[in-house]
């Protein structure tokens, strides 16, 4: 009768290390990406909130209050600042667009590229 080992070799375990460890790290690097634009995103929406059907509203009131939550979120500015958010006025509304793409390093010359969109309307009547 012959004895069998079962179990994972060395070379086995240092490959899913490898493979495991390269999706931890990845995630490392883009987490704090995705925590960024949902500041941005909800900046957005409490602003249209905020100023939802107020009539009187004007694009720098918006704008004012973008920068406003922009500082008390803590927004990293060196990627997506408040003066980067586009407000345009269609009728007797407002669209205000966040659209910008971030990259974070991963491993020597490869990069994360990601590109964030956000638009919300705010009801101006």
């Known amino acids: 009768m012959r004895n069998r080992q079962s179990g994972m070799t060395f070379l086995g375990l240092l490959v899913l290390i490898v493979v495991v460890?390269?999706?931890?790290?990845?995630?490392?690097?883009?987490?704090?990406?995705?925590?960024?634009?949902?500041k941005v995103?909800?900046?957005?929406?409490?602003?249209?909130?905020?100023?939802?059907?107020?009539?009187?509203?004007?694009?720098?009131m918006i704008r004012k209050a973008?920068?406003?939550?922009?500082?008390?979120?803590?927004?990293?500015?060196?990627?997506?600042?408040?003066?980067?958010?586009?407000?345009?006025q269609q009728g007797g509304t407002f669209l205000v667009t966040a659209s910008y793409e971030h990259t974070a390093p991963f491993v020597s010359n490869i990069?994360?590229?990601?590109?964030?969109?956000?638009?919300?309307?705010i009801q101006a009547r």
């Open 21 to 38: 460890g390269s999706w931890v790290y990845a995630a490392m690097r883009i987490t704090p990406m995705y925590l960024n634009y949902m």
């Open 41 to 60: 995103a909800g900046t957005l929406e409490k602003v249209r909130d905020e100023y939802n059907s107020n009539p009187g509203t004007t694009d720098f």
């Open 66 to 88: 973008i920068e406003r939550h922009f500082d008390i979120e803590m927004v990293n500015e060196e990627v997506f600042n408040y003066n980067d958010v586009k407000i345009r």
């Open 111 to 121: 990069y994360f590229l990601v590109a964030f969109d956000k638009t919300v309307e």
